[in-house]
């Protein structure tokens, strides 16, 4: 399903690609072999990099943690236990029908 604008591109890609001549044939053969045998730079100096960079890395995470996990106990935002906040609010199950009927005669109670 290709247009007629690409079927055009393509065969002048092909007509042009069978002009070349002996010459550029063979230094684009020797650019070519000179780019498979040069190794990658950066490939290289990676796993470098990342080996310099892990064991700081990894200690301040372990500090964070190590951190994170002493001081989490001494907070003061640390929830009460569940039997705690059920006995405080345990009187205001008893009276939830006052609330109910309190909420429920709001309009009237106000004059």
């Known amino acids: 399903m290709k247009t007629q604008f690409e079927q055009d591109l ?8 069978q002009a070349i001549d002996a010459e550029h044939i063979t230094r684009l053969s020797t650019i070519r072999q000179q780019a498979l ?3 990658p730079v950066s490939s290289v100096s990676a796993p ?3 080996r310099r960079f892990f064991w700081p890395t990894a200690g301040m995470i372990l500090a964070s943690l ?9 907070s003061p935002f640390t929830s009460a236990p569940i039997n705690e906040q059920v006995s405080d609010n345990f009187e205001l199950y008893d009276d939830l029908e006052f609330y109910y009927w309190l909420a429920d005669n709001e309009q009237d109670l106000r004059g």
């Open 66 to 74: 190590l951190v994170l996990v002493l001081v989490s106990p001494l």
């Open 10 to 17: 393509q065969s002048d890609l092909r007509h042009v690609e």
């Open 37 to 39: 045998s040069a190794a």
């Open 48 to 50: 470098r990099r990342l």
